[in-house]
């Protein structure tokens, strides 16, 4: 079983359209939950960063984290274009010294006009 | 933030041959990691690369394989020796600050082709 476990999509949706990306993991040690957003031939950009329970939002993004469930979401209001990307999550544990990130496998999302 | 080059940003290699990835960072940064990411998998951690030591490697990436130097606080390459088509992926550098967040940033990635 892998640590992280995200459905690679690819996904498509209309312009407008609320978009929700899924991860769950295994391990209790995670700590930190990211969502990373990858354009094609791009490095990651970090997109959403949380740490407790809950949800968390930034404009049209909302993070939502649910420890108990070991599920993460992120939520995308009102897509646009724009948005078309990969989008991976990321758990943050610390590990032989220092914090290491593990990351899914990134949902392929496509937005259509 | 940091903004992080890499080089090349793109190679096509023989079978056999070597090839040595260059990260530059534009300010001193604390941890600097290599990943891995092939064709629809996620992105792997290669090794952390220390200043002044030997870099740290994680489970299945070995240092004769993966050859990593880190002179200094803003600049590290990676080696990718022996190559074979299985080594065919995309190289991410990556750079994080100690602090709250510790958050990460990554390099545009070179994408390596081996025949």
């Known amino acids: 079983q892998k640590e992280v476990e995200q459905d690679p999509g690819p996904l498509s949706v209309p312009e407008g359209a609320i978009v929700s990306l899924n991860c769950t993991y295994s391990?209790?040690?995670?700590?930190?939950f990211m969502w990373y957003r990858q354009y094609s031939r791009k490095g990651p950009e970090l997109l959403m960063y949380?740490?407790?329970?809950g949800n968390k939002e930034d404009g049209r993004f909302t993070a939502q984290v649910d420890k108990s469930s070991k599920y993460i979401s992120l939520f995308i209001r009102d897509s646009q274009p724009s948005d078309s990307a990969t989008y991976l999550c990321?758990?943050?544990?610390?590990?032989?010294?220092?914090?290491?990130?593990?990351f899914g496998a990134g949902t392929r999302l496509a937005v259509h006009p | 933030s940091a903004v992080i080059s890499q080089k090349p940003s793109r190679d096509i290699c023989q079978r056999g041959t070597s090839l040595t990835i260059q990260c530059q960072v534009d300010?001193?940064?604390?941890?600097m990691f290599w990943y891995r990411q092939q064709p629809g998998q996620s992105l792997t951690l290669i090794a952390t690369?220390?200043?002044?030591?030997?870099?740290?490697?994680e489970s299945g990436f070995v240092i004769d394989k993966f050859p990593i130097s880190r002179p200094n606080l803003t600049f590290s390459t990676l080696t990718v020796s022996n190559m074979s088509p299985e080594d065919s992926s995309i190289y991410l550098c990556?750079?994080?600050?100690?602090?709250?967040?510790?958050?990460?940033?990554f390099g545009p990635g070179t994408r390596l082709t081996v025949l």
């Open positions: 300010s001193q940064v604390t941890m």
């Open positions: 949380t740490y407790s329970s």
């Open positions: 990556s750079v994080g600050f100690v602090g709250e967040s510790d958050e990460q940033f």
């Open positions: 690369a220390n200043q002044g030591s030997e870099a740290t490697y």
């Open positions: 990321a758990m943050k544990m610390f590990s032989g010294g220092y914090n290491k990130l593990i």
């Open positions: 391990n209790s040690a995670f700590q930190y």
